[in-house]
């Protein structure tokens, strides 16, 4: 998953089989960024907050999500 925090608007896109690019409005700074992706994740898959977790990357823009169903 490529995140890309401080961005004009906030989506989710599928790039890949298991590839995703998730666009958030916050700034990296203090986990902001990493809580906004996270929020739209859950949204996208539509499973609560506590089900996605960032595993791998989480100082980066690569990331790797766990997502619970």
């Given at each position: 998953m490529k995140a890309k925090p401080s961005a004009k608007e906030e989506k989710v896109e599928k790039i890949g089989e298991f590839d995703y690019r998730v666009s958030?409005?916050?700034a990296p700074?203090?986990?902001k960024a990493n809580e906004a992706v996270i929020k739209a994740l859950a949204e996208y898959f539509k499973v609560p907050n506590t089900s996605?977790?960032?595993?791998?990357?989480?100082?980066?823009?690569?990331?790797i999500v766990d997502i619970i169903k």
């Open positions: 958030v409005k916050e700074v203090k986990g996605v977790r960032i595993i791998a990357g989480p100082a980066s823009r690569n990331k």
